[in-house]
């Protein structure tokens, strides 16, 4: 992927984190967005390709790191990535109470990204 390319999905990125982090109170975190070039960069567990992001969040201290694979990012088309965005931002949300089973937690923050997305 060229310079230009990544830099074309980390604006989209970034207009997502003007129209969203404030509104759903993420103003109040350190949230860090990373970008890799490829699922070999992921971290470990999420290797295996096709994972658009993964989100680590430090809920104890308010803080959280998305990594976006800019290489499947730019594969999706702007209404999937905003709700992707939104998936991982509830994943931080949600940290907090993610002590149930992972799969109940996907479940929710997916349920929760697509009720935004109709609004
Ligand atoms: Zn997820």
Redesign the pocket.
Same mark, same amino acid.
């Given at each position: 992927m060229t310079h230009t390319e990544r830099r074309t999905q980390i604006r989209r990125i970034n207009r997502l984190i003007k129209k969203w982090h404030q509104v759903l109170g993420l103003d109040e975190w350190r949230v860090i967005h990373e970008y890799v070039d490829g699922a070999s960069d992921m971290p470990h567990g999420f290797q295996d390709g096709g994972y658009v992001a !993964?989100?680590q969040a430090n809920w104890q201290y308010c803080e959280a790191v998305i990594r976006w694979d800019v290489r499947v990012m730019a594969e999706l088309e702007d209404e999937y990535l905003e709700e992707s965005f939104l998936?991982?931002c509830f994943?931080i949300l949600v940290a907090e109470i993610g002590d149930e089973p992972h799969g109940s937690?996907?479940r929710v923050? !997916?349920k929760l990204a697509r009720i935004l997305m109709r609004v």
């Amino acid at each position: 992927m060229t310079h230009t390319e990544r830099r074309t999905q980390i604006r989209r990125i970034n207009r997502l984190i003007k129209k969203w982090h404030q509104v759903l109170g993420l103003d109040e975190w350190r949230v860090i967005h990373e970008y890799v070039d490829g699922a070999s960069d992921m971290p470990h567990g999420f290797q295996d390709g096709g994972y658009v992001a !993964t989100t680590q969040a430090n809920w104890q201290y308010c803080e959280a790191v998305i990594r976006w694979d800019v290489r499947v990012m730019a594969e999706l088309e702007d209404e999937y990535l905003e709700e992707s965005f939104l998936h991982e931002c509830f994943h931080i949300l949600v940290a907090e109470i993610g002590d149930e089973p992972h799969g109940s937690e996907e479940r929710v923050v !997916t349920k929760l990204a697509r009720i935004l997305m109709r609004v």
